[in-house]
């Protein structure tokens, strides 16, 4: 219920936007946000935004490059991501909850979605 696509390989600098769609009624007003795993470390968030988009949240990693915006009327969400770093190469993967505090915390995600890979070359 929730694809993610716009993965890709970039160089270091590069930008690449990702975007996440949502099936189904259950989305109605949810929150939604991207989480990251590296290979070898465990998944981190990234960032979230509330249904609304009034209310955004980023972790301290991508302050500054990232940006995270919705569409409700098609229930996307989208992660643009400037000025890329090769630290930055993992698999993103979409979620959605209830609230942006449950998504923020990462407090048993009610949704995921499959991941896309992000690979930044030095």
């Known amino acids: 219920q929730l694809q993610a696509s716009g993965g890709g390989l970039v160089q270091a600098g590069g930008s690449l936007r990702l975007s996440c769609a949502a099936s189904g009624r259950a989305f109605s007003t949810y929150a939604m946000g991207w989480f990251r795993q590296a290979p070898g470390k465990a998944r981190e968030f990234v960032a979230v935004i509330s249904w609304s988009g009034g209310t955004t949240s980023y972790a301290d990693s991508v302050k500054g490059r990232f940006t995270i ?7 996307t969400v989208y992660l643009q991501m400037n000025n890329l770093k090769p630290e930055d190469t993992a698999v993103y993967f979409c979620a959605a909850d209830r609230s942006v505090v449950a998504v923020r915390t990462n407090a048993n995600i009610r949704y995921w979605g499959k991941g896309t890979q992000v ?4």
């Open 69 to 75: 915006s919705n569409h409700n009327a098609q229930n």
């Open 119 to 122: 690979t930044v070359s030095s």
